[in-house]
């Protein structure tokens, strides 16, 4: 979270954003479910102007061995960005930054899936950011979900995602890349929506008690709806699946 | 790339419909997959293009940032060119540093688009000896049914078709389409059972006794080549598979 250099200005007299949206509205959101061959379940997601695509293998055997678990599955996530994804090359392969994110991603999904199905196997989430602009750690939980599901992998409730912060002393939700860069603060957060539940959170900048309550509120809001839109791609997915199927018959 | 066991079994069925002339999904030995490509497909990248060939699909993005140039080419741009066969694309791909596989994709595709002279890399030269543009191609792997070698290599020609040299970022000027030359083209070929197949499938890749890859351009005049795999071809062969593969190269080159 950096200082706004003094010609930008994050939020206008009229009170909106760079892009034009109200403090309270979300980067338009696509969700595409099946999008791959080879991967046992798939999706893309473009939401703004990220674009991340997810795949999942499994449940199946678990590398490397030592990780097996006796009692239940792993959830293993890979969260990975092209090297031509950002404005300046990235260098390719894993560095900090996304192995920490692999890892609350993993553990997040880890808490819907029912790993206790499939002990000492592993399942496997890739998510691949092609395009990034802020966000892709949201938008790379909320494919990955959809991903699970239609792998077929029994879950309790797909995660949501969705993150608020603080630009321009003022709180919004689901930032752009100006207002990641310099805002005064961001909260991804990952949501399950049947249960209530918070499994996903992180938080970096500067929020008083009361722009922290209200920002976690604006984004478990955002994601119900980007819930809606995860269960319309699979209904989409799977209706055109079952038509496809009367016309093989 | 971890071990396959399928492909023994796999190995039967197709040679056995290559004996009466087929192949497993309908194509004509020297027919190639439905080709789609979308190019700009990045906004972050200075030229991109996801195509589609057959089931495989490969996202080729185009970067170029300023450095210096190689001490002995101090006139030239620099072309990089790396593939990452990420395991999202197929359950036998692996993470980690690149294996053989990968760096044989990555070297195949650079000679293609370097020996072809794909971009003019003397018009990337801003100050010899100083300041030149490096010029990034890297291609991800989305979805892996097979001919990677073609599918990367007609990405990465679409993307400089459309590729802008970023100047005004720079504070050079205006940005400029990146100075495109030829449009080397390859085509690969196996062979299974003595019979020449073009733009092979995973499955028919998996049974392949060899391969070969053959890059042309707008001339018909071959610019790059590599063979594969422990399996020989004939003289004759080869120069069959030149033929084939400069007369589909140039239908590829009038459709990008």
Redesign the interface.
């Known amino acids: 979270m950096g200082g706004a250099p003094t010609d930008l200005k994050l939020i206008d007299e009229r009170g909106l954003r760079l892009d034009g949206r109200r403090p309270d509205e979300m980067r338009p959101l696509k969700i595409e479910a099946g999008v791959l061959n080879k991967a046992d379940g798939s999706a893309f997601v473009e939401w703004g102007l990220n674009k991340v695509m997810a795949a999942v293998y499994g449940p199946r055997e678990c590398h490397p061995r030592h990780l097996q678990n006796t009692e239940r599955a792993l959830v293993q996530c890979h969260y990975n960005m092209a090297s031509f994804s950002v404005e300046d090359r990235k260098r390719p392969g894993p560095d900090r930054r996304s192995h920490e994110i692999s890892k609350i991603i993993s553990e997040a999904l880890t808490h819907v899936v029912f790993t206790e199905y499939f002990p000492r196997t592993s399942i496997d989430v890739y998510i691949e950011v092609l395009q990034a602009n802020a966000g892709t750690r949201c938008a790379g939980l909320t494919a990955a979900s959809v991903a699970l599901a239609d792998a077929g992998v029994p879950m309790r409730d797909l995660v949501a995602s969705c993150a608020a912060g603080k630009v321009a002393n003022t709180i919004v939700l689901d930032l752009g890349k100006e207002e990641d860069n310099f805002g005064q603060a961001d909260i991804p957060v990952g949501y399950v929506p049947r249960t209530d539940e918070v499994v996903l959170l992180q938080m970096d900048g500067d929020l008083t008690r009361e722009e922290f309550d209200k920002g976690l509120h604006m984004a478990i809001g955002a994601c119900k709806k980007v819930y809606e839109v995860q269960r319309d791609a699979l209904k989409r997915r799977y209706t055109a699946r079952a038509e496809g199927q009367e016309e093989g018959a | 790339m971890s071990k396959d066991v399928v492909a023994d079994l796999k190995r039967d069925y197709i040679t056995r419909l290559l004996a009466k002339g087929m192949r497993s999904d309908g194509r004509q030995f020297d027919e190639m997959r439905p080709l789609k490509v979308e190019t700009n497909?990045?906004?972050?990248?200075q030229g991109?293009a996801l195509v589609q060939l057959g089931?495989t699909?490969v996202?080729v993005?185009?970067?170029l940032?300023l450095g210096e140039p190689f001490p002995d080419t101090p006139n030239t741009g620099v072309l990089t060119t790396?593939a990452?066969l990420?395991?999202?694309?197929?359950?036998t791909f692996e993470?980690g540093?690149p294996d053989q596989e990968s760096i044989e994709v990555a070297r195949v595709i650079d000679r293609g688009i370097r020996e072809g002279h794909a971009v003019d890399l003397e018009k990337l030269c801003l100050e010899p000896g100083k300041r030149v543009w490096i010029m990034?191609v890297?291609v991800?792997v989305?979805?892996?049914?097979g001919n990677l070698f073609d599918a990367a290599n007609i990405g990465a020609n679409a993307a400089f078709k459309t590729a802008m040299v970023p100047n005004k970022a720079a504070g050079l000027g205006e940005d400029v389409p990146l100075p495109v030359k030829h449009q080397p083209i390859s085509i690969t070929t196996v062979k299974i059972g003595g019979k020449l197949l073009v733009d092979p499938t995973h499955d028919e890749e998996r049974v392949a006794d060899a391969r070969l890859t053959v890059a042309t351009i707008e001339t018909g005049n071959v610019c790059a080549m590599q063979k594969g795999l422990a399996g020989a071809f004939t003289l004759d062969e080869v120069f069959k598979v030149v033929e084939t593969s400069s007369r589909i190269g140039a239908d590829i080159r009038s459709r990008l």
């Open positions: 497909y990045v906004g972050s990248a991109s089931d699909k996202l993005g185009v970067k940032i790396n990452e990420i395991p999202m694309a197929s359950e993470s540093p990034f890297d991800h989305l979805d892996y049914d």
